[in-house]
C-alpha cells in the first residue's frame, strides 16, 4: 500500500478530513500514513485522531508522527501539503500594512499584497521540501493545498522537477452555491471550468443538457438572492460568467469594489463593508489557533469514525492507485496549452483527467477575451512575485504590488512603494534576502 506523507498536519481539522478521506477508500485503507508538523502539540492531536480512526474502524493502516520533514517524506508516494510558515506576526503585516494605506484586504492569502507576502514567506520552505523529496522520493506525486496557490506551484514548476499539482475545493463549492440559487440538486450539474485559482470561470454549466446560465441570470434579480454574493453576480453581469471564489474573496481581485465607498454602495448596495469586512480571515485564523492551542482535544476519540468530504486528494490517489478515472479542476503549468490565451509558463486552473497512468489537462482552447484579460492581470502578479522570490529581486516584488488591481486602484505609484518597503522591512525574518 502507498506511503502517504501529510506535511503541516498541525493543521488538525484540515488533516483529519484528509486522514479519513483516505482512509475511507479499501483500497486505502490499509496506507502507510507519516504526519509531521513542526508544532509538536498539533501534530501530536492530530496524531491521537488519526490512531483513534483506525483503532474505531478496525483499519490496517498505520500511522506515525515526527517532527522531521525528511523522516516524514523518505519512500513516499505521495506528499501532501498544507503547511502555514510564519504564523500571526507576519499574517497580521500582511493585511494591517496595505490596509493604513488604503488597500483592504479581506481575506489576503492568495492575491494582493497579502497573497505576494505570503507567497514570498513560503516559497523557501517550499522549495525546501521539493529538494527533500527530489533526494528521498523523486517520483512521489506532491499535492499542494497552501496558499497562494498559482504562486507556489509556478515556484515549483519553474524550480525543480518534483511532480506537483495545485488543489482547491472553490469549483465544486461554487457548483453548490449555482445549484442553490437555480434550484437543482448540485449532484446533476455538469459544468466545465477553467482560468486560474480562485480566478475561474463556469464557461458551461448545464442540468438536464440545458444551460442554468439564463436561470442564474434571473435568479440575481431576487434581491435576497443577489445579496448572497453580490460580486459574483455583478461579475456575471458584466462579464459574463460566474467565477469560482466567494464574493468576499472574488472582491480583493478586481478593482470596482473595496475601494470607493459610495461607488460601492451604488454597485452593490449598502452595508457593503459590513457584509464583507476587511481581515476576515486573520481574525477567524486568530481565533480558531488560540482554540486548538488549547491542550484538551475537545473530541471524544472514541467516536472518531471515517467519512468521505469532497476534498480532491484522496480521490486523485484512488484513481492513480486503481486506475478508476475521474476528473477534478487542478492546478497545472499551462507548458501544455491548456489554456490557449493565457501564458505557456503560467500556473492555470483547468479540468485534469486523472487514472493510472497519471493526470492529463484537458484543453479548454481560448478564454473569452475578457475573461482571460482578467487571469492574465493576476497571472503577471504572480510571475513577478515568483521572479523575485527566486532571483532575490526588490524591484520585482514592488513591480508585482504595483500591478495588482486593487492595490494600484487605492494608491499612487509613491504610496506602493513606501508600502512595499514597509512590508520588506516588517517581514524580513520570514521573506528571502532581496536586493
Aim: glycine letters at 6%.
Amino acid at each position: 500500500m502507498p506511503k502517504i506523507a501529510l506535511i503541516g498536519a498541525g493543521s488538525m481539522v484540515f488533516a483529519r478530513k484528509l486522514i479519513g478521506d483516505i482512509l475511507s477508500f479499501e483500497e486505502l485503507s490499509s496506507s502507510e500514513l507519516s504526519l509531521m508538523d513542526i508544532d509538536e502539540h498539533r501534530l501530536s492531536q492530530t496524531h491521537r485522531i488519526a490512531e483513534a480512526m483506525i483503532e474505531n474502524e478496525g483499519l490496517d493502516a498505520s500511522v506515525e508522527a515526527t517532527l522531521d520533514r525528511r523522516e516524514a517524506v523518505a519512500d513516499a508516494d505521495y506528499v501532501l501539503n498544507m503547511i502555514n510558515v510564519g504564523g500571526t506576526e507576519p499574517f497580521e503585516n500582511e493585511i494591517r500594512i496595505p490596509e493604513k494605506y488604503g488597500v483592504k484586504q479581506s481575506i489576503g492569502d492568495t492575491t494582493g499584497p497579502g497573497g505576494i507576502f505570503r507567497g514570498l514567506r513560503t516559497i523557501p520552505t517550499i522549495l525546501d521540501l521539493a529538494a527533500d523529496m527530489e533526494e528521498l522520493c523523486p517520483d512521489a506525486h506532491l499535492l499542494n493545498y497552501t496558499n497562494p496557490m498559482a504562486i507556489l506551484c509556478k515556484a515549483l514548476f519553474d524550480a525543480t522537477d518534483i511532480d506537483v499539482v495545485g488543489l482547491c475545493h472553490s469549483v465544486p463549492h461554487t457548483a453548490e452555491a449555482i445549484a442553490e440559487y437555480v434550484g437543482v440538486p448540485a449532484s446533476e450539474l455538469e459544468y466545465w471550468v477553467a482560468g486560474i485559482n480562485h480566478m475561474a470561470w463556469f464557461l458551461e454549466c448545464e442540468h438536464d443538457g440545458h444551460s442554468v446560465y439564463p436561470a442564474l441570470r434571473d435568479a440575481a434579480e431576487n434581491d435576497e438572492t443577489y445579496r448572497k454574493d453580490t460580486v459574483r453576480f455583478e461579475m456575471l453581469k458584466h462579464f459574463g460568467a460566474f467565477p469560482t471564489e466567494s464574493s468576499h474573496h472574488m472582491s480583493e481581485y478586481v478593482p470596482y469594489v473595496r475601494t470607493d465607498d459610495a461607488a460601492i454602495e451604488e454597485m452593490v448596495g449598502t452595508n457593503f463593508a459590513e457584509r464583507m469586512p476587511t481581515a476576515t480571515y486573520l481574525e477567524g485564523w486568530k481565533a480558531r489557533s488560540a482554540e486548538r492551542d488549547d491542550p484538551e482535544l475537545g473530541i471524544d476519540l472514541d467516536s472518531v469514525g471515517v467519512e468521505r468530504s469532497e476534498e480532491y486528494a484522496s480521490r486523485i490517489i484512488h484513481s492513480l492507485e486503481t486506475g478508476t478515472q475521474r476528473r477534478f479542476n487542478l492546478n497545472v503549468p499551462n507548458a501544455t496549452n491548456a489554456i490557449e490565451n493565457l501564458p505557456n509558463d503560467a500556473c492555470v486552473e483547468v479540468p485534469v483527467f486523472v487514472d493510472g497512468t497519471g493526470l492529463h489537462p484537458a484543453s479548454v482552447g481560448a478564454l473569452p477575451t475578457q475573461l482571460a484579460a482578467l487571469d492574465r492581470q493576476h497571472s503577471a502578479v504572480y510571475e513577478l512575485t515568483v521572479e523575485g522570490a527566486l532571483e532575490g529581486n526588490r524591484e520585482k516584488i514592488h513591480q508585482a504590488v504595483k500591478l495588482d488591481p486593487l492595490s494600484a486602484a487605492a494608491c499612487s505609484l509613491d504610496e506602493l512603494h513606501e508600502m512595499t518597503e514597509e512590508l520588506i522591512e516588517a517581514n524580513a525574518e520570514y521573506i528571502p534576502t532581496l536586493e
